[in-house]
């Protein structure tokens, strides 16, 4: 009943022009995951505390980071960094199963007629949502900075999406992440196939300033050994280690 209510008032809002989640400029590619492949991106972020932003509780703006996609078609290891070209940028960055809605053939899926972005009405009520849930039966949206969530699952809608249906929303799951004192980052990560995101943005919360950082993200893929391979690579180990102890013996 309370979305209901809150969808209705949702209507006769005038939203705030917040950037829309897109991949412009920024598709790694599609990577077979039984040869080893790479890609580097060079592009920036507007601010230099948007990662940590998400992660500290209460969502974060999603407009404040930079959206990055790639598809495994097989499961494969994934290494990922970040080289900021300044230091007062301090990278992080997390990845997520799924993807955020992609315009195809000039039309989105479903009902939906925009990209996804934090103030789109689909996505207030989800906020709505996940902050009673999570902050307490007396919170609201307006608890929340938008919807990016650095450290677990969340979901985004655009305009037309129906509103109140989770199934509508472009989902995110979580998958692991990555931070640094430095202006380098890395992670190493083991995946499936599938479609990915990565959000980057920047893990210095004390000083935000609101300018662009310049960087480098780079995505390597490796192949995942067979079985046998693997219990050749071990059986290989153990020999060089029983060797070993002999020659000490």
Request: cysteine-free; proline content about 2%.
């Amino acid at each position: 009943m309370k979305k209901t209510f809150l969808a209705l008032a949702l209507l006769g809002l005038t939203q705030p022009a917040w950037a829309h989640l897109s991949y412009t400029g920024r598709d790694f590619g599609t990577f077979s995951g039984l040869v080893n492949a790479s890609n580097s991106i060079t592009t920036t972020v507007n601010t230099n505390y948007g990662w940590a932003g998400a992660a500290d509780g209460n969502l974060g703006d999603s407009h404040i980071g930079r959206a990055f996609r790639f598809t495994l078609q097989n499961n494969a290891w994934v290494d990922f960094s970040v080289d900021a070209t300044s230091a007062d940028l301090l990278p992080a960055f997390s990845i997520y199963g799924g993807l955020a809605a992609i315009r195809t053939g000039g039309v989105f899926p479903g009902t939906q007629t925009s990209a996804d972005y934090d103030s789109a009405n689909a996505s207030i009520v989800w906020r709505y949502s996940w902050a009673q849930a999570n902050l307490g039966s007396n919170k609201s949206y307006t608890d929340t900075d938008g919807s990016w969530n650095a450290l677990g699952n969340w979901k985004m809608g655009g305009d037309g999406d129906v509103i109140g249906i989770d199934s509508e929303l472009s989902s995110f799951i979580y998958k692991g992440s990555a931070t640094t004192a430095t202006d380098v980052v890395t992670g190493k990560f083991l995946l499936g196939a599938g479609d990915y995101t990565i959000m980057i943005g920047g893990n210095n919360a004390a000083n935000q300033l609101a300018t662009s950082f310049g960087y480098t993200a780079s995505l390597n893929v490796s192949a995942v050994p067979e079985p046998e391979n693997m219990a050749l690579l071990l059986a290989g180990l153990a020999l060089v280690g029983w060797q070993v102890r002999r020659r000490s013996k």
